[in-house]
């Protein structure tokens, strides 16, 4: 009786399944990766067809035992995709060299079909075709979100001067080279990008100019990354006013680099700061305490250890002018194990004008670690 029971629900499970709507059916698959996605069309012959009309594409490498596997796929998939369907959004994830061939396929398909979300994680070889790869997705009008992060690439990849992504609210740029006219020393190449709210620009280089510009209204969260082994960063300049949160990483070595916190900084209300003061050059410490005091409007503070102990080889630290954070709600420092002691007196300095502001103490690699991994 028990089995006839078992037997029962079973049936009912299929039939419920089947008797749903292929617009229900495929919408339910967009949660698979692509491959998963392509196999169920064994499972009967309804079935065989619906994976052509995927809005959503998500492949990646790791599920491929070679590459040339693959690469097959990836051709098969859209060459057999309905070409009528519409397509929002396509994710590549590839740990190794993508080939150029495939690589301009996939681009061009997305600009094709107008995609509103495109996320691509790859090699990329420092192969002068690679330069100009990517130009027409910085001029698909339909972009929402743009997140490309390019490994070992030499910053061959570079940008156009302007992009023109009237529909761009999130943007993450790594391994990119910004470039400007040839006739201005500048580059602000997000100027057409007037919905934009959240931009990472992670390890990305200046071909020519000297400045980067960062013109937005609409600019909420803004995080910058130059990973640990980039000495001469390029100077950047903010107009931001409606900026919330502000994220630096990386390394201080130069006693220029205050000027990439030039503008508006005064009312963001989150900051997280991961600097690596180069001690050997003097006056570092210095340039330090003036980026600290842009940013003393914050109510919320993240540091990592070496941050702190920045601060603390300051001249005649802990007899300085205090840095003036009186909102300060919390502050979080991040440090490689328990066993490593903060520097003393750093955070009593910095939390001397909000006493009861909340202090955590959690172990995490600083942000530059998170993301300049060259392996």
């Not at 190794?96 to 996939?106: D, E, N, T, Y």
């Not at 023109?164 to 391994?175: F, G, K, S």
């Not at 280089?205 to 600019?219: A, E, Q, R, T, Y």
């Amino acid at each position: 009786m028990m089995k006839t029971s078992m037997h029962s629900e079973s049936e009912q499970e299929v039939d419920i399944i089947s008797t749903l709507p292929d617009s229900i059916v495929t919408h339910i698959m967009e949660f698979l990766v692509t491959k998963e996605a392509v196999h169920t069309s064994i499972l009967s012959k309804r079935w065989k067809h619906l994976w052509k009309s995927l809005a959503i594409l998500i492949i990646n490498s790791n599920q491929f035992d070679k590459a040339e596997f693959f690469k097959k796929f990836v051709l098969k998939v859209l060459q057999h995709r309905d070409y009528s369907s519409a397509l929002r959004k396509i994710v590549v994830k590839h740990n190794g060299h993508i080939h150029f061939h495939i690589l301009a396929k996939i681009i061009n398909y997305a600009v094709s079909y107008e995609v509103e979300q495109f996320k691509l994680d790859t090699f990329l070889r420092n192969d002068v075709r690679n330069m100009l790869l990517f130009h027409p997705l910085f001029y698909l009008r339909s972009l929402k979100r743009l997140d490309v992060s390019l490994r070992k690439s030499g910053w061959i990849a570079q940008l156009p001067v302007t992009l023109d992504l009237p529909q761009l609210v999130y943007c993450h740029l790594r391994h990119f080279s910004f470039t400007s006219s040839d006739d201005k020393d500048f580059s602000n190449p997000f100027l057409n990008c007037k919905k934009l709210r959240t931009l990472v620009i992670d390890n990305c280089n200046l071909s020519n100019g000297k400045i980067l510009c960062l013109v937005s209204d609409k600019l909420v969260n803004l995080t910058i990354r130059f990973c640990f082994y980039f000495y001469n960063p390029f100077k950047v300049t903010i107009y931001a006013p409606n900026l919330e949160a502000f994220t630096f990483a990386g390394r201080l070595n130069s006693t220029n680099n205050h000027e990439i916190f030039e503008h508006n900084l005064d009312f963001i209300g989150e900051a997280n700061i991961d600097v690596l003061c180069h001690s050997s050059i003097p006056g570092v410490e210095e340039t330090l305490k003036n980026w600290f005091r842009r940013i003393s409007n914050v109510h919320s503070l993240s540091l990592c250890l070496q941050t702190l102990e920045g601060l603390s080889h300051i001249p005649d630290f802990p007899y300085i002018e205090s840095m003036g954070f009186s909102k300060l709600k919390s502050v979080i420092v991040r440090r490689f194990a328990e066993t490593v002691p903060l520097p003393k007196g750093v955070l009593d300095y910095l939390l001397q004008d909000s006493p009861l502001a909340e202090r955590r103490i959690i172990q995490g690699e600083p942000l530059y670690s998170e993301t300049y991994d060259l392996t």
